[in-house]
């Protein structure tokens, strides 16, 4: 570990001066598409955050994306651009409340249990979407004018891009400073013995909460973001498809190394791009790949490169 | 009895009927996991693959019984080649990483389901002699098909049941829920038992996507709909409890109907309304031992 510990800084140096660089040569289309990966990524690391250091499983992690976007809906004017610097804040503290409650309940389960009620909630959301006339209910809703943020201009390709750049940049600083605090050191210590941790007089359920709450803002600050994108929301934004895919992407990537799952976001979406643009059924070659890349990667695309390097990793 | 007495038996009726049917998909779920520990996702397309054989057997055979005798075998082959192929390599690992390869097996069936039967909804003729309604009082009456559905999953409840308490498997099944390392060690072939497991619960969940075929038509995503309604259950249940499926199933069935009649717009949240309850009153679920599996 202790080599790599001093390249990964340097690697994810130059990934992000070549991002910054990349609108200067990249084309529009693929500047939506990279924009889409990062708002992903963001989606992934805070995933991760439960995944991979509080050994918390969730299959519902969907649900506060959907809370983030239809945040933005319901916080724009309909035919006026909504302030970015005071519905940003907003949608993502709706979406750490959500999962400060969410998190009161299905904390009290784990294992199996958790991937189970983690994912019953998310769905529950969706009915509620689904069914609800005022949140348009299966049709979704449309966010007709993009926030303006003063700054800078979202409708702009290339500023839209650098403020995915900037959500994705700005989220693994914070969860990689976290990580090293001692409340990160605590989660892993839950992760690897949660029984050893409460002997240890912590009060592992709150550490765990706040956890989940964190994770559940960050996932709406992606969730914000898509809507602003697209402007277009609805119920599939809570599926357990989206919750699956970014569950994917933690592991394919790597859990537990936050850089792992930008790997992850990265290679998924850009998969799913060129197979839907191949063919129609391009969920069946996807299936395809997670069930092998389960099946004969067992420590994700990081992993590998581990194990590339040789037998000491 | 009253006109509104009548509209809430035939209400009470519908929600056990869903609640039993439920419980045949809930039931191979909940075993799966106690006695395998495998978290599977894709139980819900057998469900799916079960009415969709019922329906493409039905056209064939033009009977509806001699359908459902072809087509169980049919799904129980398919399913432990599955096992065979894509579970067993998972025993032994962490629970995500089976929920990731079922979750791609839920894209890649689906994908396969609507390349060979497209994405229409189709729907599947209830049998000629049950093809009638019982009459209750006025204009309310009661189809006869739903009765039947309820009497074969109560049949197949009661036979699960005797097989459980009675036979060699039943009993392995039993000791295995309870401790699966010590069944290893006492010699029972544990390998013979998972396939026997995984073998019954796909043929539970496809049976029932068969019976539902005439009721419920046949239609894309049908699998995950259920399969999260059963996750409902197996949490209220307790995980690895026949009796707690049961009674979740029933539980479930009822809250559902009512939901529907009484608050349609919030229907598709009663389930996970009564699911936080019984988590806040009970975290391992009603008849679960141990929340942390």
């Given amino acids: 570990m202790k080599p790599r510990a001093s390249i990964e800084p340097v690697l994810l140096a130059l990934a992000l001066i070549a991002l910054i660089v990349f609108p200067l040569l990249g084309a529009k289309f693929y500047l939506q598409l990279f924009a889409k990966i990062m708002i992903m990524a963001v989606f992934a690391m805070s995933l991760d955050l439960l995944v991979g250091y509080a050994g918390l499983v969730s299959f519902g992690h969907a649900a506060f994306y959907g809370i983030g976007a239809y945040m933005l809906w319901w916080l724009s004017p309909q035919y006026a651009a909504a302030n970015f610097w005071l519905t940003l804040p907003a949608a993502m503290a709706a979406a750490a409340l959500a999962a400060l409650a969410i998190g009161l309940l299905v904390l009290r389960s784990s294992g199996v249990y958790f991937i189970m009620v983690t994912l019953a909630f998310a769905q529950m959301f969706f ?41 994705m940049a700005g989220t693994y600083l914070l969860l990689r400073l976290l990580i090293g605090t001692l409340y990160g050191r605590a989660l892993l210590g839950i992760k690897s013995n949660e029984t050893r941790m409460r002997s240890l007089g912590y009060s592992t359920f709150g550490y765990k909460l706040a956890a989940f709450a964190l994770a559940g803002s960050l996932a709406g600050l992606a969730g914000y973001l898509d809507a602003a994108q697209y402007g277009f929301v609805n119920p599939d934004l809570f599926g357990w498809r989206l919750s699956g895919l970014a569950l994917m992407m933690v592991i394919l990537g790597g859990m537990g190394t936050l850089y792992g799952p930008i790997i992850g976001a990265f290679v998924l979406v850009l998969l799913q791009d060129a197979l839907s643009d191949a063919t129609k059924h391009w969920l069946l070659p996807l299936g395809i790949f997670i069930i092998l890349a389960v099946l004969f990667l067992p420590r994700g695309l990081s992993g590998l490169a581990r194990r590339a390097e040789g037998p000491h990793g | 009895m009253s006109d509104s007495a009548i509209f809430f038996l035939i209400q009470i009726l519908n929600g056990i009927q869903e609640g039993l049917l439920l419980f045949l998909v809930a039931s191979g779920l909940t075993l799966v996991f106690g006695i395998m520990g495998v978290i599977n996702l894709a139980h819900g397309s057998f469900y799916m693959l079960g009415a969709y054989l019922a329906f493409a057997l039905a056209q064939l055979t033009g009977n509806f019984f001699i359908a459902i005798l072809l087509a169980v075998p049919l799904a129980i082959v398919f399913g432990l080649l599955l096992e065979a192929l894509l579970f067993r390599p998972l025993y032994a690992r962490d629970h995500l990483y089976q929920v990731l390869l079922t979750y791609g097996l839920i894209l890649a069936l689906e994908e396969v389901r609507s390349l060979v039967f497209g994405d229409d909804v189709h729907g599947v003729a209830v049998p000629r002699f049950l093809d009638f309604s019982i009459h209750l009082k006025g204009a309310l009456s009661y189809p006869a098909y739903r009765l039947f559905m309820s009497v074969m999953c109560l049949a197949i409840a009661g036979g699960l049941w005797l097989m459980i308490q009675k036979t060699r498997l039943g009993m392995a099944i039993r000791a295995g829920s309870a401790n699966r390392e010590m069944v290893q060690s006492l010699g029972i072939d544990i390998a013979w038992v998972y396939r026997a497991v995984f073998a019954l619960g796909v043929a539970l969940a496809a049976f029932a996507g068969m019976i539902a075929a005439p009721v419920a038509s046949v239609f894309p995503g049908m699998g995950n709909q259920i399969l999260i309604i059963s996750f409902v259950v197996v949490v209220i249940g307790g995980i690895g409890s026949i009796k707690g499926a049961f009674l979740g199933s029933l539980l479930i069935g009822l809250a559902d109907t009512f939901g529907q009649v009484f608050a349609p717009e919030l229907a598709g949240m009663t389930v996970y309304v009564l699911m936080a309850a019984v988590l806040l009153w009970r975290p391992a679920g009603l008849f679960g031992r141990n929340a942390a599996r």
């Fill in chain 1, 127 to 167: 009915y509620f979407a689904t069914g609800s006339k005022f949140f348009g209910g299966s049709d979704g809703v449309y966010v007709y004018v993009k926030p303006a943020a003063f700054l800078f201009d979202l409708d702009g390709a290339a500023h839209f891009y650098y403020l995915a750049l900037a959500a």
